[in-house]
């Protein structure tokens, strides 16, 4: 997992230093600062997860996975090759459902 902060955004409600206080420290008026480089073990992934979704401002950013050489996810709507066969009509009601 790799990450970033974006000061700029930062309200300094300190949630981020809270749950992952090895990758968030708070400066002397309270606004976060990312302690090393972004890049985050395994071990404490949850943690940092966490200190991303609880920032109030989304201050916090996930960097994709992704490499500009990877091939480009399956899309779903692709993959189907007749999205056609699984409309809901009345011959094939018994697939789908039957609840009123
Ligand atoms: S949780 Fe968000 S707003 Fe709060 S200190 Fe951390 S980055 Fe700033």
């Not at 300190?14 to 976060?32: E, I, M, N, T």
């Not at 960097?63 to 399956?74: A, I």
């Amino acid at each position: 997992m790799r990450i970033k902060l974006d000061r700029t955004l930062c309200d300094g409600f300190g949630v981020c230093a809270k749950h992952a206080p090895r990758y968030f420290s708070l400066d002397d008026w309270g606004y976060a600062v990312l302690v090393g480089d972004g890049d985050i073990p395994e071990a404490d992934r949850d943690a940092v997860l966490r200190a991303l979704m609880d920032c109030p401002v989304h201050a916090i950013m996930e960097y994709s996975e992704r490499r500009p050489d990877d091939p480009p996810p399956p899309r779903g709507d692709l993959a189907d090759p007749d999205p056609a066969e699984h409309l809901k009509v009345d011959s094939n009601e018994a697939e789908w459902g039957f609840t009123r």
